[in-house]
């Protein structure tokens, strides 16, 4: 009897010491994405359920509340800093996930430095994240350019395409999509024969995609997301651009094909970090965010449910929601959940994880909607993404 008090007295001790150790007696997780813009398909809204499914999957562990906050950081830079800084000062929020949008998710990465608080990426994919603009306080979760022109850029060189022209959104992560995919179809023997910038949020792509080919290009890569791949596909559809060339989509997530349709997007190559039809497990969960959210989910609301998972797990076995031993219990332990098997997060702040090379199948291989992808490859995370022996990143040692 005495030995089952004294082990409920430590219990009670070590869960008390625990809560002591809670800022603001709770945690408190921000999703900061696009509510209203061209990112709002494939992360917004659905990363929020994504995010409180994954608190209510965890339960009641800490004997403090866990709770989730967003907002629309309208994809400019000074309104999600704005809105970050609000919630890291007067809020309490201990960390920001998800952030779509290049430009301000490096803008709110420094903004976690400069607060020593955390910040894990989902929707971006700016590959600068972790490489010359990494943080001790950032990580990287879901996808990156890296990895996309790893996978899609080989892919399509050796299904014959030499010859590429860039259609690119005009801001960090379209220059730095094109920069990596260059790089990695030079590398492959194949050339690009032309470029062209397109503002965010363009609504005709018609003068942009017509210099394609006029320069003899046989792959067009869209370097853009959301709405603006979108609507590019779609017209380049229309121009028959299709049939005379390879459409390459470099950042096409779930809900792009479900709005273009599979007569449009049908054959487009494209690389994923998830896909609902996967797995068992990737089935099960996506059933229950479907009947939430409805629709399947992307790998960027798919990435947030992970990362806020093994977030709270962190907090639970080290005991505080403070940066920097979270992160470090974060780094120290691999990822194993429906979305990554044995995923690690690296120095840099990368998640390694494995990536699939997909095609878009044709309306008679599809059995209804969101039947959509074929997975062609596994690409290994160590293959996919950037190796630390040609990193930037300044915690990286070489």
Not at 9 to 14: D, H, K, P, R
Not at 177 to 198: I, L, Y
Request: glycine share 8%.
């Amino acid at each position: 009897m005495k030995r089952t008090v004294s082990c409920l007295a430590m219990m009670v001790a070590l869960t008390t010491a625990a809560h002591a150790q809670m800022a603001n007696d709770g945690i408190k997780i921000g999703v900061l994405t696009d509510q209203s813009g061209v990112f709002s398909s494939l992360a917004g809204a659905g990363s929020v359920v994504a995010a409180n499914m994954a608190v209510e999957d965890f339960g009641d562990k800490f004997g403090v509340p866990v709770q989730v906050v967003s907002a629309d950081h309208q994809n400019k830079a000074d309104v999600g800093t704005q809105i970050a800084r609000q919630w890291y000062d007067v809020e309490g929020v201990d960390v920001i996930v998800d952030v779509p949008n290049s430009s301000v998710v490096l803008a709110v990465q420094e903004l976690a430095r400069e607060k020593d608080r955390m910040l894990i990426a989902s929707g971006s994919g700016t590959a600068a994240l972790t490489n010359e603009s990494c943080s001790p306080n950032g990580m990287h979760w879901t996808w990156d350019t890296y990895a996309v022109a790893v996978s899609t850029g080989k892919a399509m060189v050796e299904q014959g395409g030499d010859k590429w022209f860039f259609l690119t959104a005009d801001y960090a992560f379209g220059h730095t999509m094109q920069k990596d995919v260059t790089a990695v179809v030079e590398g492959a023997g194949a050339q690009v024969v032309g470029s062209v910038v397109a503002p965010l949020n363009t609504a005709d792509f018609s003068s942009y995609l017509l210099q394609a080919p006029a320069a003899g290009a046989n792959v067009i890569a869209l370097a853009n997301g959301g709405t603006d791949t979108i609507n590019s596909l779609k017209q380049a559809q229309e121009f028959g651009l299709n049939q005379q060339a390879r459409l390459a989509g470099l950042a096409i997530f779930l809900t792009d094909v479900h709005s273009i349709g599979l007569d449009a997007a049908q054959g487009l190559y494209l690389t994923t970090g998830f896909y609902w039809d996967r797995t068992e497990e990737s089935r099960e969960w996506s059933k229950r965010f479907f009947d939430r959210h409805g629709a399947m989910p992307t790998m960027a609301q798919a990435g947030v449910y992970s990362a806020v998972t093994h977030y709270l797990n962190a907090i639970a076995q080290t005991g505080t929601d403070s940066a920097a031993p979270v992160i470090a219990q974060m780094k120290a332990t691999p990822v194993n959940d429906f979305f990554a098997q044995n995923g690690t997060i690296r120095e840099d702040g990368r998640m390694v994880h494995d990536m699939y090379l997909a095609q878009v199948k044709t309306p008679a291989e599809s059995s209804g909607p969101w039947d959509y992808y074929k997975i062609l490859a596994t690409v290994p995370g160590d293959e996919a993404f950037r190796p630390l022996s040609e990193s930037a990143c300044p915690l990286v040692k070489h």
